[in-house]
Each structure stands twice: as C-alpha cells, then as structure tokens.
T-cell receptor
Framework: AQTVTQSQPEMSVQEAETVTLSCTYD???????LFWYKQPPSRQMILVIR??????QNATENRFSVNFQKAAKSFSLKISDSQLGDAAMYFCAYRAGGTSYGKLTFGQGTILTVHP | EAQVTQNPRYLITVTGKKLTVTCSQN?????MSWYRQDPGLGLRQIYY???????DKGDVPEGYKVSRKEKRNFPLILESPSPNQTSLYFCASSLNSGGGETQYFGPGTRLLVL
C-alpha cells in the first residue's frame, strides 16, 4: 500500500522569507502523481501544485515550486517570498496513475505559520 | 460556477440517530469520493464511486454507506452514528479516476456525535 509521510507537524517562516515543507512517499508503482494541497482556516482544500512522476522537470506555480527526487521518493514544497496568506495546513498527497481507484493518499499535514 | 457543494456544513447529533450528508457537483464528473479528516491522520478515503451505480469501499468504510443514483449526487449515510465518527468530512470529484485528474473538494462538513 502507498504511504505518504510529512515529518514536520509545524513550521514557521518570516514574511518574505523562503520555507521548505518536506514529504516522502512509498510506492511500487512507476506511474503516479503527487500533489500539494493548502487548507486555510476556512478548511477549504485548495490545490497548490502537482507533479507527474514521469516528468523530470520540477513543477512551478508562481512562488510555489517542488523538489521532486524520484529515486529518493521525496517531494518537498518550497514557498518563496512567503506572505501572511500562505499561513495554512499543507498536505502532500499521492495518486496512482492509469485507471486506478482514484484514491488520493494524504500525509499527516504540516501547519505553516507566517510571522510578520 | 463549477463547484462541489455539501450540506449541512455543521452538524451536531446524538449516538444512533441516522443522518445523511449530501454532496453534489455540477461539473459532470464521473468520479466522486468521500474523505474524513482527523488530527494527525490527514484525510482518509471512506468510499468512492467510479460512475452511476458503481461504488466501492475506501480505507475506512465501517459505519458508512453511500449511493450513486445520479451522476451529480453522492450522499454519505451514517445509519447509526457513534462518537468515533466525529470528524471533518469532505466530498470530492474528478472527471474520472485517472491519476492525473484534479480532484475538486467541497467545503467540508464538520460532524460532532455526542
């Protein structure tokens, strides 16, 4: 079974600084997708960024980028120029490719605090 | 506006009193799923549906039922709720079950079972 682990229950960063959230996963599949979701205090789940395992290039979305290390099964999220609105719970998630059962497997979450 | 809606958003009930949480999507998605979120455990899948009349268990199905009679609706039924079902529940949908398809989440339903 696939597992996703976020080893940092909490992280903090100063406004305008950079922070990296860690995620590791375990799978025997070769075709899969990885995601980072943001959950602000409203509890809404917001997709931040996604990475296809077959792509070597790391995904980037504005201030958000990932460091995808396939061999190490590591998928970290880097937030540059942190803003107060980035404060939230962040979840790393895995989904097998092909015609899988479609399940997203989530990590435990990391609470990010942004200090002004 | 493309969205997934859930009702109610907040619910307090007592042990054993049957309840239904509704979920509806307006994106003509085939795949729908229910998750529960608990502290320290992230989100875990309860049930999923590949299409109308096709449902199956996820990782934590005990105590829950679902049905998919229409493509847009996927209600979650707790026939005899217990305190260990106190949780935050999310409905999600995607175009299909393909791994690359983005799952869209509803706003969540916070359930307290006394």
């Amino acid at each position: 079974a696939q597992t996703v682990t976020q080893s940092q229950p909490e992280m903090s960063v100063q406004e305008a600084e950079t922070v990296t959230l860690s995620c590791t996963y375990d799978t025997s599949e070769s075709d899969y997708y990885l995601f980072w979701y943001k959950q602000p205090p409203s509890r809404q789940m917001i997709l931040v960024i996604r990475q296809e395992a077959y792509k070597q290039q790391n995904a980037t979305e504005n201030r958000f980028s990932v460091n995808f290390q396939k061999a190490a099964k590591s998928f970290s999220l880097k937030i540059s120029d942190s803003q107060l609105g980035d404060a939230a719970m962040y979840f790393c998630a895995y989904r097998a490719g092909g015609t899988s059962y479609g399940k997203l497997t989530f990590g435990q979450g990391t609470i990010l605090t942004v200090h002004p | 506006e493309a969205q997934v809606t859930q009702n109610p958003r907040y619910l307090i009930t007592v042990t054993g009193k049957k309840l239904t949480v509704t979920c509806s999507q307006n994106m003509n998605h085939e795949y729908m799923s229910w998750y529960r979120q608990d502290p320290g455990l992230g989100l875990r899948q309860i049930y999923y549906s590949m299409n109308v009349e096709v449902t199956d268990k996820g990782d934590v199905p005990e105590g829950y039922k679902v049905s998919r009679k229409e493509k847009r609706n996927f209600p979650l039924i707790l026939e005899s709720p217990s305190p260990n079902q106190t949780s935050l529940y999310f409905c999600a949908s995607s175009l299909n079950s393909g791994g690359g398809e983005t799952q869209y989440f509803g706003p969540g339903t916070r359930l307290l079972v006394l």
